[in-house]
């Protein structure tokens, strides 16, 4: 267990700053004197891009490896500026990070909190895990389009799908699956349709499964899926599944949780030859930053994550508890994000 | 208004004759005297492969091309079924004749009934359209592999999309939306990511749009888009959007608004060169056929699309109507297929 973490902190934009913020106090209470943690911030981000006409080059890339883990909290600018067209801060920096990195595990738990509202008459119990695909997928950014403004035009979009990459992330579903009470996992794909990749995907579970008796598999299409989510999502432990249908069903995911003011999210490369990156679910929302309204607690479980991650599992869990305790505690009165920072980390310092 | 109908009648397996027979039962009464409805069945399906070997040939395209529309119930045998792997019979015939038909509009409305229950705690108003591509996208086939089964394997699957087939379906798109009430255009893509697909999409909107000044645009990514769906279902009106995003979000739609059991498509081809298609969007649900336990309602409202298509708009809204009372006037007692057929047909004989 290291006693020192040496932190990239990426606050970013909009509401980014502020949520960043609580989770570094939050993570300071949770170590206390038993982790040296030094934090560094960057600057990237719409607004870096736009006052510097700079996203995230091989220099940046290379100080960002030097950390043992990254921590983020938004990115992404008004999406009418014409000047952030067609996603360029979020593929230029936030898919270059997890891509550059090899952030093969894009890991996203799903616990819908005693105390928390979902929009679901019955939700039932849901205490989930989505392991989504990082680096491959229609992510790859191996599309191209001809004839681009004519009536003959024609754009191509490429999921590309290797052994290397699904047997490394189903690996660690199972490994994910195996820790966990119900040893359940799920593929989720869409085999019927795209042949080639299912097939990949569904073989390689199917392989994988023999070395896991324990663990019991099924599958599900995509679109059935996001049937379950909302009809009986207890029936979900561990799901598996690429880059897109991961996207998609995490944030259906978040909505049914109570929101993904609450949804957290680890970009891990496993093998540690690159730092690994934690970061709310959540974006930027421009709309109110700076006005100390943004639920910092999405940014606070990403920090149980990284602690998790850095082998601080009591850490962990005693962040976990907290955030837990502090909304069931939440009542009618909306508190400034400070507050909610302030209110977790206190609760950790007295523990 | 055709006063003779030639109807090509696709039972298929497990529920789908069940329903499909409440659904010819219903069409007959719906347009009683008005028009002659011919009906001429045809066996394909799993069970059908499964005895002779064959699934959709030229001759059997040509035979379904001469009917003024299709009805289809549903197919697809037992999903552990060695013989039926990789979507054969979904690929071979469903999609076969969304494409040899060139059913470009994948039409399915979403309509939360006064009576039914809704899965979300407080589902508001609900009443919105899909318009979904059917002939391009990741649904083209054009993927591919090498080195299958080995550790240096790569699967690839390829969205294809073309200014053609975009800007024919999203000119239905604006034609429906201002047909509508509300009068509100949504594209459902996920342009920061697919970026050369995802302009196409965007730029064609924009263009299409200006000639419909009355029509309110905006756009969501999918994966928000699911967010909206548990949240605030009540903001959509129209959405247009590609042939996967359309297949996963209808799902979802089906859920929140009562289940797939209540859930109408039309695969539609608007220059009428071919027969369109009328389906409920579930499946033969191998599991419960042939015990009359299947509700016909998504196959009875699959038929008042037809009828809509075919310019009976007057028998199409009685069917609505007449389901929609049927709905209202469900005790907890459940009734059979049949029973339920036969008191909607019998409540537009009646009037
Ligand atoms: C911003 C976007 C590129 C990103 C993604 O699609 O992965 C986001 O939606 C997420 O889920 O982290
Ligand atoms: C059966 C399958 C190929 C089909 C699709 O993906 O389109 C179905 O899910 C649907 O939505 O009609």
Same mark, same amino acid.
């Given at each position: 267990?290291?006693?020192?973490?040496?932190?990239a902190?990426?606050?970013?934009?909009g =509401?980014?700053?502020?949520?960043?913020?609580? #989770? *570094? !106090?939050?993570?300071? &209470?949770?170590?206390d004197s038993? $982790?040296?943690?030094?934090?560094?911030?960057?600057?990237?981000?719409?607004?870096?891009?736009?006052?510097?006409?700079? =996203?995230?080059?091989?220099?940046?890339?290379d #100080? *960002? !490896?030097?950390?043992? &883990?990254?921590?983020?909290?938004? $990115?992404?600018?008004d999406?009418?500026?014409?000047?952030?067209?067609?996603?360029?801060i979020?593929?230029?920096?936030?898919?270059?990070?997890?891509?550059?990195?090899d952030?093969?595990?894009?890991?996203?738990?799903?616990?819908?909190?005693?105390?928390?509202?979902?929009?679901?008459?019955?939700?039932?119990?849901?205490?989930?895990?989505?392991?989504?695909?990082?680096?491959?997928?229609?992510?790859?950014?191996?599309?191209?389009?001809?004839?681009?403004?004519?009536?003959?035009?024609?754009?191509?979009?490429?999921?590309?799908?290797?052994?290397?990459?699904v047997?490394?992330?189903?690996?660690?579903?199972?490994?994910?699956?195996?820790?966990?009470?119900?040893?359940?996992?799920?593929l989720?794909?869409?085999t019927?349709?795209l042949?080639?990749?299912?097939?990949?995907w569904?073989?390689?579970?199917?392989?994988?499964?023999?070395?896991?008796?324990?663990?019991?598999?099924?599958?599900?299409h995509?679109?059935?899926?996001?049937?379950?989510?909302?009809?009986?999502?207890g029936r979900?432990?561990?799901?598996v599944?690429?880059?897109?249908f991961?996207?998609?069903?995490?944030?259906?995911?978040?909505?049914i949780?109570?929101g993904?003011?609450?949804a957290?999210?680890?970009?891990?490369?496993?093998?540690?030859?690159?730092?690994?990156?934690?970061?709310?679910?959540?974006?930027?929302?421009?709309?109110?930053?700076?006005?100390?309204?943004?639920?910092?607690?999405?940014?606070?479980?990403?920090?149980?994550?990284?602690l998790?991650?850095?082998?601080?599992?009591?850490?962990?869990?005693?962040?976990?508890?907290?955030?837990?305790a502090?909304l069931?505690?939440?009542?009618?009165?909306?508190?400034?994000?400070?507050q909610?920072?302030?209110?977790?980390?206190?609760?950790?310092t007295k523990?």
């Open positions: 267990m290291p006693t020192s973490l040496n932190l902190v990426i606050p970013g934009d =509401i980014g700053p502020e949520v960043i913020a609580e #989770a *570094l !106090k939050v993570l300071r &209470a949770a170590v038993d $982790v040296d943690v030094a934090a560094t911030e960057y600057p990237f981000g719409a607004g870096h891009f736009l006052e510097t006409g700079r =996203i995230l080059d091989d220099a940046d890339l #100080a *960002l !490896k030097q950390h043992d &883990a990254i921590l983020l909290g938004a $990115v992404g600018g999406p009418r500026d014409p000047r952030l067209k067609g996603g360029i979020e593929r230029g920096l936030l898919l270059k990070l997890r891509f550059a990195l952030h093969y595990v894009n890991l996203r738990p799903t616990m819908l909190f005693p105390s928390v509202e979902s929009p679901l008459a019955n939700p039932g119990h849901v205490d989930f895990v989505v392991v989504r695909e990082g680096t491959e997928g229609p992510y790859v950014g191996n599309g191209g389009a001809i004839r681009v403004g004519t009536p003959a035009e024609v754009a191509n979009e490429i999921s590309v799908n290797t052994a290397f990459g047997e490394r992330l189903v690996r660690f579903g199972f490994e994910t699956a195996s820790s966990r009470p119900a040893k359940k996992l799920t989720v794909h869409k019927n349709v042949v080639f990749a299912g097939s990949l569904q073989r390689t579970v199917d392989r994988v499964a023999l070395e896991y008796p324990d663990v019991a598999v099924d599958y599900l995509i679109d059935a899926v996001t049937i379950f989510l909302v009809t009986n999502p979900f432990d561990t799901i599944t690429d880059n897109l991961g996207d998609i069903i995490t944030d259906l995911a978040a909505a949780s109570g993904i003011g609450l957290a999210s680890g970009n891990i490369n496993p093998d540690g030859t690159f730092p690994s990156m934690f970061e709310p679910v959540h974006g930027s929302a421009p709309d109110i930053a700076g006005q100390q309204k943004a639920d910092p607690t999405a940014a606070i479980l990403s920090v149980a994550l990284l998790e991650h850095i082998g601080q599992t009591d850490a962990s869990a005693r962040v976990s508890a907290a955030v837990s502090d069931a505690a939440r009542g009618s009165t909306p508190r400034s994000t400070a909610i920072g302030d209110a977790i980390a206190a609760s950790l523990n």
